[in-house]
């Protein structure tokens, strides 16, 4: 149990540093919040760990984060700034994944020790960056435009929920199913493989429905740039 115990505690960690992430730098924050959650997502997602008899895999809860935040930036600076922060983070993480490549490549002095852990870390990035770049693209495109086409039929402040969490709920189930096909088909057996699936949009599903409280509060933040939007 006390791996889940100490999830929970993860998760309020991650949604904490969220708030105060786009508290105190705004716009630039989510943008900011974004860049870090992919590489992070990705690093973390080659540990697994196992809850209640199941086996899954870290980096689903910083992952989730993300749709918060295009959700976010969606809600109150509107569709074509979410795709900007999509785009944002697509760059940011085929940019890592280039530089610790090449960071791969150099001969490690006999003093090194970091190398063989970095290639723990990064050697299996290209094809970990291949399936997350492809499920993230995908899922978060789609995730922007579901949230605008919910808006406008849900669009009343109360509605955000439904907004948030319909959108989301959607979109992850792609991005679960793209992501593991991609990263995990053959590299574990097909039980694993099932496990790791189900598991990982069962987190991605909790983790939407546990953000909602935080996007509400989020959304009562009101900093300088929203001045220069329209109707925000």
Not at 62 to 83: P, Q, S, V, W
Not at 123 to 131: D, E, N, S
Not at 198 to 225: G, L, Q
Request: glycine share 6%.
């Amino acid at each position: 149990m006390f791996n889940f115990y100490f999830g929970v505690g993860f998760a309020l960690v991650n949604f904490i540093l969220f708030l105060l992430c786009y508290k105190w730098f705004g716009k630039t924050g989510l943008f900011a919040w974004i860049a870090a959650a992919t590489i992070l997502a990705n690093l973390q997602v080659v540990k697994t760990i196992e809850m209640f008899g199941l086996v899954m895999t870290l980096g689903n809860v910083i992952y989730g984060t993300i749709y918060l935040a295009t959700d976010l930036i969606n809600e109150k600076y509107g569709e074509k700034d979410a795709k900007r922060a999509v785009w944002f983070g697509f760059f940011t993480l085929i940019m890592t994944t280039i530089i610790m490549q090449l960071v791969l490549v150099f001969e490690p002095h006999e003093s090194d020790f970091a190398q063989p852990h970095l290639e723990a870390l990064f050697g299996l990035m290209p094809r970990l960056a291949l399936g997350s770049l492809t499920a993230y693209l995908i899922s978060q495109y789609l995730d922007v435009k579901l949230f605008a086409a919910i808006k406008r039929k849900f669009s009343r402040p109360d509605q955000l929920w439904i907004r948030n969490n319909g959108s989301t709920m959607v979109s992850q189930l792609i991005d679960t199913l793209i992501f593991c096909t991609i990263a995990f088909a053959g590299v574990y057996s097909w039980d694993v493989w099932i496990q790791i699936f189900f598991t990982t949009y069962v987190i991605k599903f909790v983790v939407s429905a546990a953000s909602t409280p935080f996007i509400y509060i989020a959304r009562n933040f009101k900093h300088p740039e929203e001045a220069q939007k329209p109707g925000v």
